[in-house]
């Protein structure tokens, strides 16, 4: 009974905790996305070849975890199967914002263009912790600096 | 030294190609940390100390790359990957390399 009770009272702390976090990261994320409209970043190999550039390493990293309401919900669904939706949220926050960070290490540098953007994304909850999803992504590429 | 994840540097020439090098690094959370985190957990939202210890990470395994190249060499290293691998619970390798090589006019 003492359990349950537990539960119940993560699950609610984490489903409003978690939901006013996670919407007051979308409106930021979108937020940065509109001020950094003007430095494209491309998944491209080849800049253009006329103009001579200064090249320089950027990378942006976010580990990001789940609340425990969305991970509750995510057990269930983990049952009866389908779409995850809980979890498509955390990857949509985590890789914006990694592009994000990247972007503004470019910006710093004075660049216009950021080429041969890759991501990475690794799980790092490790064995100990097996229900609570914790992720890292890292966005890096070739910022490009007119000379 | 100069780092680019393209393979090539736009207005200089490659002069020799000295082949690949590598960095990498293992870090394990800390104690303190793993806990605040922890509690962290049921909120959701970003981990912090986790986002801090693989920047370092990553930036000390990019360190050791670039010392072996300077040690073969190289001015600039070309075409760089990252990679990374749970090895145990609580552990992580950063893994970076890529192509060491001499360009003619590296300023």
């Known amino acids: 009974m003492e359990q349950i009770i537990i539960v119940a009272v993560l699950v609610t702390l984490g489903y409003f905790f978690g939901r006013h976090a996670e919407q007051k990261h979308f409106k930021s994320i979108i937020e940065r996305e509109q001020t950094l409209n003007a430095l494209p970043a491309m998944a491209s190999r080849m800049p253009p070849h006329d103009d001579q550039y200064q090249q320089t390493l950027v990378s942006g990293n976010v580990v990001i975890a789940n609340d425990y309401f969305k991970t509750f919900v995510a057990g269930l669904r983990n049952f009866f199967g389908g779409k995850i939706s809980t979890y498509e949220t955390l990857l949509d926050r985590g890789r914006r914002e990694a592009l994000l960070r990247m972007k503004e290490k470019a910006q710093e540098l004075g660049a216009e263009l950021v080429f041969n953007v890759k991501y990475e994304t690794s799980s790092i909850s490790g064995q100990s912790r097996k229900n609570i999803p914790i992720i890292e992504v890292h966005a890096y590429g070739t910022a490009l600096k007119k000379l | ?107």
């Open chain 2, 1 to 107: 030294m100069l780092l680019s994840n393209l393979e090539f540097m736009t207005g200089k020439k490659v002069v020799k190609h000295l082949g690949l090098v590598q960095g990498s690094s293992v870090r394990a959370k800390h104690a303190g940390k793993d806990i605040l985190s922890g509690l962290k957990n049921m909120f959701g939202g970003e981990l912090k100390a986790y986002t801090e210890l693989l920047q370092e990470s990553r930036e000390e395994a990019t360190e050791r790359m670039v010392q072996q190249a300077q040690s073969i060499g190289a001015n600039a290293v070309l075409n760089i990957r990252f990679s990374t691998s749970s090895i145990a619970a609580g552990a992580a390798e950063i893994y970076v390399y890529g192509t060491a090589v001499v360009l003619d006019n590296p300023e």
